[in-house]
């Protein structure tokens, strides 16, 4: 009975070996199946390392090389921090930009005025006008 082509990778995939036009031996990339990869995926999403024993016991389930679920999990550990670290820069340039608005807005002169304290000599008509422009902007 043939192999059935979703249980198990293609030759290519289990070696890593192909031929080339000289017949010499040299590396493809293997190509997993959809399942493979689901299984995978699942596994990352529990757990970004896995140690020997339960690498041997994924390879085995998936008809995969240790090395192949090893390299795998490299991969896509680059990948997530690469969009881990492109989510936090996004974050932060957002932060900045929303911090950057309040700022401006409260770079008036009269704010300054206001954040000071008052001069206990100053007039009362000074004290209403800060008064009510902050009674304006609240």
């Given amino acids: ?9 293609p030759l290519s995939a289990q070696t890593g070996m192909v031929l080339d ?9 293997p190509t997993f199946s ?3 990869i689901f299984a995978l995926e699942k596994t ?3 757990t970004k390392y896995l140690a020997g024993p ?5 390879a085995y389930s998936l008809g995969m090389t240790e090395s192949q679920v090893k390299v795998w999990f490299q991969n896509r550990r680059t ?3 690469k969009r881990h670290a ?30 000071k ?11 209403t006008r800060l008064l009510k422009k902050h009674k304006s902007t609240n």
């Fill in 79 to 81: 990948k997530w921090r």
């Fill in 86 to 115: 492109a989510e936090m820069a996004s974050a932060k340039k957002k932060h900045d930009s929303e911090t950057e608005k309040l700022k401006e807005s409260s770079d008036n002169e009269d704010d300054d005025e206001y954040n």
């Fill in 21 to 29: 036009k000289d017949g010499k031996k040299k590396h493809s990339r």
């Fill in 117 to 127: 304290p008052l001069d206990p000599n100053s007039d009362d008509e000074k004290i």
């Fill in 44 to 46: 990352f999403e529990q």
């Fill in 34 to 36: 959809g399942q493979q």
């Fill in 1 to 9: 009975p043939a192999a059935d082509p979703a249980v198990s990778p």
């Fill in 54 to 58: 339960e690498r041997a016991r994924l």
